[in-house]
């Protein structure tokens, strides 16, 4: 099982874009790598989700660089609302290995 | 669609009792999960499980016993409650790599 590693907090400011980058050195090929956000007293929900390259969405974008040793959350023009923590998630689907194990997360503090 | 839903969503418990937190999901998803996450912390796996009558043990399944007799059911029983499984419980779903959290149940052990 790939394990993960990201910066435990950041802090960054309305409008600004954060990346949050996440280190899963043992990654296997038909592993994925998926990010979530949590609010506090909430459960966490999906954010964006890849295997190389570059992945987009409405939300978020997400950069994997061709060994896929590490990825990277780009979270553009962020709001105070964006506050929260983020994981980084990385497992295999639909095959021998269901276990999705999260990291510890990084939490994100935008400020004013 | 309810989505993952999970009853109660508190609870109270002393040292020794036994209880069952409820799990349902109504979009028909084969995968589901069990973590727990301390004040603080991240997220341990506990169980899961790849469909109907299939469970495997996570990260920290001591404490715990899961059931899935059915696709939209997935149980958590807590045999003999001790204050280190005081804790918010969620359970999950998965489908085409997303997993889908339920709102959570908070249980103190006393």
């Known amino acids: 099982l790939a394990k993960t590693t990201q910066p435990i907090s950041m802090d960054s400011y309305e409008g600004q874009e954060v990346n949050i980058t996440c280190s899963h050195n043992n990654i296997a090929t038909n592993d994925y790598i998926t990010w979530y956000q949590q609010f506090p007293s909430q459960g966490p929900r999906f954010i964006i989700q890849?295997?190389?390259t570059k992945v987009t969405n409405e939300v978020a974008s997400l950069f994997i660089p061709a060994d896929r040793k590490s990825s990277t959350l780009s979270l553009p023009r962020v709001s105070l609302s964006d506050t929260a923590v983020y994981y980084c998630?990385?497992?295999?689907?639909?095959?021998?290995?269901?276990?999705?194990?999260f990291g510890t997360g990084t939490l994100l503090a935008v400020q004013p | 669609n309810a989505g993952v839903t999970q009853t109660p969503k508190f609870r109270i418990l002393k040292i020794g009792q036994s209880m069952t937190l409820q799990c349902t999901q109504d979009m028909n998803h084969n995968y589901m999960y069990w973590y727990r996450q301390d004040p603080g912390m991240g997220l341990k796996l506990i169980y899961y499980?790849?469909?109907?009558?299939?469970?495997d043990k996570g990260e920290v399944p001591n404490g715990y016993n899961v059931s899935r007799s059915t696709t939209e059911d997935f149980p958590l029983r807590l045999e003999l409650a001790a204050p280190s499984q005081t804790s918010v419980y969620f359970c999950?779903?998965?489908?085409?790599?997303?997993?889908?959290f339920g709102p959570g149940t908070r249980l103190t052990v006393l």
């Open positions: 998630l990385v497992g295999a689907y639909g095959g021998a290995t269901n276990k999705l194990i």
């Open positions: 890849g295997y190389k």
């Open positions: 999950a779903s998965l489908t085409g790599g997303e997993q889908f």
């Open positions: 499980s790849v469909g109907a009558g299939i469970t």
